[in-house]
């Protein structure tokens, strides 16, 4: 397994927000954090990034605990995460954003700016556009490329396709099946059960802060009750 999670607790002040979660991601994976807004799907990643780090619990990147680790150790490991908010350098270029995960990272892979173009052809032609001049899905784009500048083996993913319009959802299921091909596993948070059924193997399905069920992604598609239960808004 690239990652396992063992019975995490985390805090926000005194609100307990994740709650005994385990769960785990084999390599080469694409698995999907799943259920309404507030249950903590967002917190699940950001406790993995070393962002909220667990009060209890263990976090596990191929063998090596790291909860509770500064986030800039987690992504010298090989983790990258791409928060639904993005955090895309306003006053820096497209080019520059992508540029600077780059000279900050000391992992080197298949991922360059080439191969993001590539990727994202919308990029190259945005190279010298502001980011706060982009719109929500040049940002999406832009998020997910500057994350593989860092060459990751794990991908965090938080609300990929919240926002999108159908036509960018699907061109999304294709780069994320590009992505997985050159052999990155992904972890990724969503309510769009249509778009993760395309995407991912696997879920998990979280309900006030802990795993109410696990399964592959057809078995969790074919089960209405589970869907009524935990993932109908």
């Not at 173009?117 to 997910?144: C, H, R, V």
């Not at 879920?203 to 109908?232: D, H, P, S, T």
Request: aromatic share 6%; with cysteine.
């Amino acid at each position: 397994m690239i990652l396992e999670v063992s019975n995490v607790d985390t805090f926000y002040g005194t609100s307990h927000i994740l709650q005994e979660v385990s769960l785990s991601v084999g390599e080469g994976e694409v698995v999907a954090l799943l259920g309404r807004n507030g249950v903590g799907k967002t917190t699940t990643l950001r406790s993995v990034m070393g962002l909220s780090p667990p009060k209890r619990g263990s976090i596990r990147l191929r063998g090596v605990e790291i909860a509770g680790i500064p986030p800039y150790e987690v992504a010298r490991l090989g983790v990258a995460y791409v928060p639904d908010d993005l955090r895309i350098f306003p006053d820096l270029t497209t080019v520059e954003n992508l540029e600077i995960a780059r000279r900050l990272s000391r992992r080197q892979g298949h991922w360059n700016r080439e191969r993001v173009y590539e990727l994202f052809p919308m990029l190259a032609d945005l190279a010298p556009a502001k980011g706060i001049n982009l719109s929500g899905g040049e940002k999406k784009m832009l998020g997910i490329g500057r994350a593989l500048m860092a060459n990751p083996s794990l991908l965090l993913l938080d609300e990929p396709s919240e926002g999108l319009a159908p036509l960018v959802v699907a061109n999304l299921v294709d780069v994320l099946g590009r992505i997985h091909g050159q052999g990155v596993t992904i972890l990724l948070a969503d309510q769009n059960l249509k778009f993760c059924r395309k995407v991912c193997g696997r879920g998990y399905i979280l309900e006030k802060g802990a795993v109410r069920f696990g399964g592959g992604m057809e078995e969790i598609w074919g089960n209405e009750e589970v869907i009524r239960k935990y993932l109908v808004v």
